[in-house]
């Protein structure tokens, strides 16, 4: 059972217990620190926490099962530039071979104990089989010519966000990149291909905007009960797959397809939440009223869930790791870059403020 | 013998006190630096051992100029500071 929510921000990390009255932060860790992503493994109870010191670059920190203590461990590691080698991104500019951001991290299947995946800007995919003591790039993907389509979406540079792991076969995953479409391996990463066919984005010439490297997919989900099943949150609207994420068709949701976060019930693959923006244009809640959707249909039809949140001059905009659920599919949680935090214990259907105060949220996860 | 100070904000994530080096060139007196603590080297070079976007190194109060390689000269009774950018609001 999850009794916890790791709350990732831009001045620390804030652990969420269950209080008389409700969810209440019990613990602080790196106070002061841009903790950018945290990661609970329920295979040994082990924490991780990815921080972005700025001037001291990326840091990678666990904590076992029941202990207080972080220990600092080994960052994903990029290996030496081979000298003379051009290499640019999508843009023209030249790839900088070195950790900018842990923009991803993630277990891997429930019998590969130690194994973790952790996606990165500039966009190398990195394995590390021994709970994160060291890192190898994926030089498969790194290396792939087509990695040099891949352009910078919101940041500068491109980057993994997404990293699904198949509950059916853990040598089978999809990762998501911003901006670089979907790639699919089957093999654990010896070979990898383009799996973002179908996605497209509105403006631009058809042959770019149709271009499965240039998609931009900000967030991706695979069904845990249904895994030949996806959801994807894109810069352009919202996708999903039947079909083992090889072709997406486009959902329209109202009273607006962008944003950035979803999440899928564990159980039922046609229930899925987002948390709706303007446009890309304009990041901020529709209205000024901020709201989540949800769909139980598949995509059908989307009802907008705004019981116990702000629905005036709210302009909290949700990361695209700032929307999670839990377990049961009945807890949700999420946390704004106006640093609100809200928790719902029905589906979405009604919303508690936690904290009004939080710094910016990157990330939230519910743990064990 | 020439000398590495660290700052106190450095210092926050990483043990590393000032050290005494024996060194001609910066990049000896960084490796003997990091000889003391390896992971002291992570937080100071970025994964190509170039010096991370917004950190600097005074020798003398002078701003090293090489900062892929380190070959600025260090005189026996230098000072060197390896210090963050001061930035942020």
Same mark, same amino acid.
Request: charged share 20%.
């Given at each position: 059972m999850q009794k916890r929510i790791l709350v990732s921000t831009r001045k620390g990390l804030f652990e969420l217990g269950k209080a008389a009255k409700g969810w209440a932060v019990k613990t602080a860790s790196?106070?002061? $620190?841009?903790?950018t992503l945290a990661l609970h493994d329920p295979r040994d109870g082990t924490d991780y926490a990815a921080i972005?010191?700025?001037?001291f670059g990326i840091k990678l920190h666990r904590r076992d099962k029941d202990k207080k203590k972080w220990v600092e461990i080994a960052s994903p590691k990029y290996p030496e530039k081979p000298e003379g080698l051009v290499d640019k991104d999508g843009w023209g500019r030249d790839v900088k071979?070195?950790?900018?951001?842990?923009w991803a991290l993630e277990t891997g299947? %429930?019998?590969?104990?130690?194994t973790l995946w952790a996606g990165t800007m500039p966009g190398g995919l990195f394995r590390s089989d021994d709970r994160g003591t060291s890192w190898h790039l994926i030089e498969t993907l790194w290396h792939h010519? $087509?990695?040099? /389509?891949w352009l910078g979406g919101g940041a500068d540079i491109p980057g993994i966000h997404s990293i699904c792991v198949d509950p059916r076969d853990p040598n089978t995953l999809r990762v998501a990149v911003s901006c670089g479409g979907v790639w699919r391996t089957q093999d654990a990463g010896k070979t990898w291909i383009q799996s973002a066919h179908g996605m497209s984005f509105d403006d631009g010439p058809k042959s770019e905007a149709e271009s499965p490297d240039a998609q931009d997919p900000h967030m991706m989900v695979q069904s %845990? &009960? $249904?895994?030949a099943k996806f959801w994807v949150q894109h810069h352009a609207g919202i996708f999903k797959s039947v079909d083992d994420a090889k072709t997406w068709t486009r959902v329209r949701a109202t %009273? &607006? &397809?962008?944003?950035f976060g979803v999440v899928v019930h564990p159980k039922d693959p046609n229930t899925a939440w987002f948390v709706p923006g303007i446009k890309d244009e304009k990041r901020i809640p529709v209205g000024g009223a901020l709201i989540v959707t949800r769909t139980k249909d598949g995509g059908k039809t989307f009802k907008s869930l705004k019981k116990?949140? %702000?629905? /005036?001059h709210a302009y909290d905009l949700i990361f695209r790791h700032a929307l999670a659920l839990d377990d049961t599919g009945r807890k949700l949680a999420m946390g704004s870059t106006t640093g609100n935090m809200w928790v719902s214990e029905n589906s979405g259907d009604a919303w508690n403020m936690? &904290?009004?105060?939080? @710094? @910016?949220?990157?990330a939230i996860r519910f743990a064990n | 013998m020439a000398k590495v100070h660290f700052t106190s904000n450095l210092r926050r994530h990483v043990d590393c006190p000032s050290v005494e080096v024996v060194a001609s060139h910066v990049h000896q007196a960084l490796e003997q630096a990091f000889a003391k603590n390896q992971r002291l080297r992570t937080y100071v070079l970025d994964d190509q051992g170039?010096?991370?976007? #917004?950190m600097r190194i005074l020798v003398d109060g002078v701003a090293v100029k090489?900062?892929? #390689?380190?070959n600025d000269a260090v005189q026996p009774t230098s000072e060197l500071w390896v210090m963050q950018a001061l930035s942020g609001g």
């Open positions: 790196f106070l002061g $620190d841009n903790v972005n010191h700025g001037h071979w070195s950790t900018q951001l842990i299947g %429930p019998k590969q104990n130690g010519p $087509d990695r040099n /389509k %845990p &009960s $249904d895994p %009273p &607006s &397809s962008f944003g116990g949140l %702000p629905q /005036k936690v &904290s009004g105060t939080l @710094p @910016p949220v990157h | 170039h010096l991370r976007k #917004h090489d900062l892929e #390689h380190f």
